[in-house]
C-alpha cells in the first residue's frame, strides 16, 4: 500500500495544497474562479488540443475504448437521469445530478495520476476520455438543460440556443479543434507549438490546486441543509466510484474483450471523482448546486481509498 499512497500522493497533494491555500487565505475567495477560469479556458483546452492535434486517426480513433468509455459513462447518466425524474426533480436539475454520478474528473486528476501509473502510453486514451466527458457527456447535458429552460419557445429558436450554448465551451472547441488539424497533412509551427506547450504544462498542477480551493469554497458554503441533501450525494458517489468502473471493466473485460493496460485504463479513468464541471453548470445556470457540490467532495475524499484498492489490486 506504500506504493500506492506513493504514486497517489503527488495528485492529492496538490489538492491539498489548493484547499489549505485558501482556508489559510493565502490565496483570497476569489483565487477558485479565476484559477479555474485559467484551466478551462486556456491549460486544459491547449492540452487537448495538442495531443488531439498530434496523434494519427488510427491512434486516436481506438474503437474499443471509445465504444466502452460512452457506453458506460451514458448509461450511468441516464440511469440516474430517469432515477431522479422519477423523484419529482425537473430535467434541468435531474441532468446536473445525472452528471455529478458519471462526470470523471479526467481532466483535473485523469492526465497526472494515469501518467504516474501507466507513463506517456495512457496520454491519448485520457485525452479520448476527456473528449467523451467534456464534450459528449457535457455537450449533452447542456443539451437536456437548455431544452429544458426553453420549452416554451418555437423549435428553432430553443436549437440556436442549444448550439451556442455547446460549441461556445473550450472544452469543446479546442479538441474538436484538434481533431479537424490532425486530419490535415499540416504541422503546427515551431513557435506556436513551443507556446501551447508551456499553456499545457500548466494544466495538471493548476488544475489540481484549483480543485483544492473549489472544494475548500465548496465545504465553507455547506453550512445549512447538509443533512437534506447528504443521502442524495452519498448515492451518487458510489454511483461514480463503484458501479461506472465496474460498468466500464465488464465492458473492457468481457464485452469487448479488450487488450488488458487499455482495459484497465479504461477503469481507472472510469473509477476517478466527480469533476468540478457539475458544480459549475449548476451555478452557471443558477440551479441548487449544494448536493453536486458534496458529490464532488465526497467522491474525491473517497477516491483515495477505491483508487489505492485498484492500484493495490491491478499492481500495473
Not at 447542456?142 to 429544458?148: D, N, Q, R, T, V
Amino acid at each position: 500500500m506504500l506504493a500506492t499512497f506513493s504514486i497517489l500522493f503527488p495528485v492529492f497533494a496538490l489538492i491539498a495544497t489548493g484547499y489549505i491555500s485558501y482556508k489559510t487565505k493565502i490565496l483570497g475567495p476569489a483565487s477558485a474562479t479565476e484559477l479555474s477560469r485559467f484551466v478551462i479556458w486556456l491549460a486544459l483546452p491547449a492540452l487537448l488540443f495538442e495531443i488531439t492535434a498530434k496523434s494519427d486517426w488510427d491512434t486516436l480513433f481506438q474503437m474499443d475504448f471509445i465504444a466502452v468509455y460512452v457506453i458506460g459513462s451514458f448509461a450511468v447518466f441516464l440511469l440516474v437521469l430517469f432515477w431522479r425524474i422519477r423523484q419529482g426533480k425537473g430535467l434541468a436539475e435531474a441532468s446536473i445530478d445525472s452528471m455529478a454520478a458519471s462526470y470523471a474528473n479526467t481532466g483535473y486528476i485523469g492526465f497526472p495520476l494515469l501518467y504516474l501509473v501507466f507513463g506517456s502510453a495512457s496520454e491519448v486514451p485520457t485525452a479520448i476520455a476527456s473528449i467523451i466527458v467534456v464534450s459528449l457527456l457535457f455537450g449533452f447535458a447542456i443539451i437536456l438543460i437548455e431544452s429544458a429552460l426553453h420549452a416554451g419557445l418555437a423549435w428553432h429558436l430553443r436549437a440556436l440556443n442549444v448550439f451556442k450554448a455547446v460549441f461556445k465551451n473550450p472544452l469543446v472547441f479546442a479538441p474538436m479543434a484538434g481533431i479537424v488539424f490532425a486530419a490535415t497533412p499540416y504541422t503546427l509551427p515551431e513557435s506556436l507549438d513551443t507556446f501551447l506547450k508551456l499553456l499545457a504544462q500548466a494544466a495538471s498542477p493548476a488544475a489540481l490546486i484549483s480543485l483544492g480551493l473549489f472544494l475548500a469554497h465548496a465545504s465553507a458554503q455547506q453550512t445549512q441543509r447538509l443533512a437534506e441533501v447528504r443521502s442524495t450525494a452519498i448515492t451518487l458517489t458510489m454511483t461514480k466510484l463503484l458501479l461506472q468502473p465496474l460498468l466500464v471493466g465488464w465492458l473492457a473485460f468481457y464485452v469487448f474483450d479488450m487488450q488488458t493496460e487499455l482495459a484497465m485504463m479504461a477503469v481507472f479513468l472510469a473509477a476517478l471523482p466527480t469533476g468540478t464541471g457539475p458544480y459549475m453548470l449548476a451555478e452557471f445556470y443558477k440551479r441548487d448546486a449544494l448536493v453536486t457540490a458534496q458529490t464532488v467532495l465526497l467522491s474525491t475524499v473517497l477516491s483515495l481509498v477505491t483508487l489505492s484498492i485498484l492500484l493495490h489490486y491491478f499492481k500495473p
